[in-house]
């Protein structure tokens, strides 16, 4: 099993610019879940899908934020425009759902300049 | 939101010690819980679940205490490669969706030395 794959593992963009993170859940995970972690406030749930059906989108900052499960194997969070406080690391993260724990990506550290 | 607080650290210990970590949660219909542990500039990796009769895994033994809302961590003969931050994860149901979702602590740092 690959895991759950994120890429870019890092992104440095200018203030203002577009920014498209991608996320592939493992296999047959129903529940995919984007986090964000800074030091200041630890890791928070931006947004989850469940079947890909957004279920929950309360964490998501403002606006500028949207996310996308378009299929079960594909997810991208995308910030426009970008400005230095989104700065952080963006983890996706997938589960069966149930009991099960969260399994989690390599995360992509974002750095807005 | 519902809060899961957890002591910051860092825990300072000697090779060879036994350290405890505590988590309250606030949310009483919570449902499931887990330890993760996060190494530096990496990813939040599952440590292990908790379950409501305590449970040990090796050096690690987790307790839930539901009455008072709280989750506890204990390792024993603590490892250099012990070192890390540890996460409390509740799991709790959303009301009248059918749904759950997770909540992290910010973690609590755990440096052993030698």
């Known amino acids: 099993d690959a895991g759950v794959i994120q890429s870019p593992r890092h992104e440095v963009t200018e203030m203002g610019q577009e920014v498209t993170l991608r996320c592939k859940p493992i296999?047959?995970?129903?529940?995919l879940f984007w986090y964000r972690q800074t030091m200041m406030r630890g890791l928070e749930l931006l947004i989850y899908?469940?079947?890909?059906?957004?279920?929950?989108d309360s964490g998501m900052p403002e606006d500028r934020f949207s996310a996308k499960m378009p299929n079960a194997s594909f997810s991208t969070l995308k910030i426009q425009p970008s400005e230095p406080r989104d700065s952080a690391v963006y983890f996706c993260a997938s589960t069966l759902g149930g009991n099960s724990p969260l399994h989690f990506g390599n995360g992509t550290r974002l750095t807005v300049t | 939101r519902k809060e899961v607080e957890q002591d910051p650290g860092p825990f300072n210990v000697p090779e060879g010690a036994t350290v405890a970590f505590n988590c309250t949660y606030s949310?009483?219909?919570?449902?499931?819980f887990f330890w993760y542990r996060q190494d530096c500039r990496k990813e939040p990796k599952l440590l292990m679940s908790?379950?409501?009769s305590g449970n040990e895994d090796g050096r690690f033994t987790a307790q839930l205490n539901r009455a008072s809302q709280y989750i506890s961590l204990l390792i024993r003969d603590s490892k250099l490669s012990d070192s890390a931050t540890y996460l409390c994860v509740v799991k709790w149901a959303v009301m009248n969706s059918g749904y759950s979702t997770l909540t992290f602590g910010k973690g609590t740092m755990l440096l052993v030395s030698p």
């Open positions: 949310n009483s219909a919570s449902q499931s």
């Open positions: 908790v379950y409501s």
């Open positions: 899908f469940n079947n890909n059906v957004p279920i929950d």
């Open positions: 296999s047959g995970h129903d529940y």
